[in-house]
Nanobody, 117 residues
Framework: QVQLVESGGGLVHPGGSLRLSCAAS????????MGWYRQAPGKEQELVAT???????NYGEPVEGRFTISRDNDKNTVYLQMDNLEPEDTAVYYC???????????WGKGTLVTVSS
C-alpha cells in the first residue's frame, strides 16, 4: 500500500522560511510524479509544485520564485523549501504522488502552514 507522511509545517512570521518533507512508502516511486498542493480556508485547492523523477519541476504562479521543490529518489522523499513566506501562503499543504500514465493519485493527510505576525 502507498503511504505518504508529511512533516515540517508550523507557524512562521512573514518573510520567514519553512521546509516541508513527504516520505513515501509502498512502491518504487521512480515512475511517479511527486508534488505539493495546498488549500486555504474558503479557497479552492491549488497547485504548489510538481517534480518528475528526472527532476523536471513545475510551479504554480503564486509561489513561483519563492518556493523550490526537490526529491531524493533513493529515499522516496519529496521536499518543498518555502522562502519569503507571505500571509497568503497560509494553508494546509498536501503531498501528492501519481504514477505516469495513471489517473490514480495518492494523497497525504496534510501539514498546516501558518504565516502570521
Amino acid at each position: 500500500q502507498v503511504q505518504l507522511v508529511e512533516s515540517g509545517g508550523g507557524l512562521v512570521h512573514p518573510g520567514g522560511s519553512l521546509r516541508l518533507s513527504c516520505a513515501a512508502s509502498g512502491s518504487d516511486f521512480r515512475s511517479y510524479v511527486m508534488g505539493w498542493y495546498r488549500q486555504a480556508p474558503g479557497k479552492e485547492q491549488e497547485l504548489v509544485a510538481t517534480i518528475t523523477s528526472r527532476m523536471n519541476a513545475n510551479y504554480g504562479e503564486p509561489v513561483e520564485g519563492r518556493f523550490t521543490i526537490s526529491r531524493d529518489n533513493d529515499k522516496n522523499t519529496v521536499y518543498l523549501q518555502m522562502d519569503n513566506l507571505e500571509p497568503e501562503d497560509t494553508a494546509v499543504y498536501y503531498c501528492k504522488v501519481r504514477r505516469l500514465y495513471s489517473d490514480t493519485a495518492y494523497w497525504g493527510k496534510g501539514t498546516l502552514v501558518t504565516v502570521s505576525s
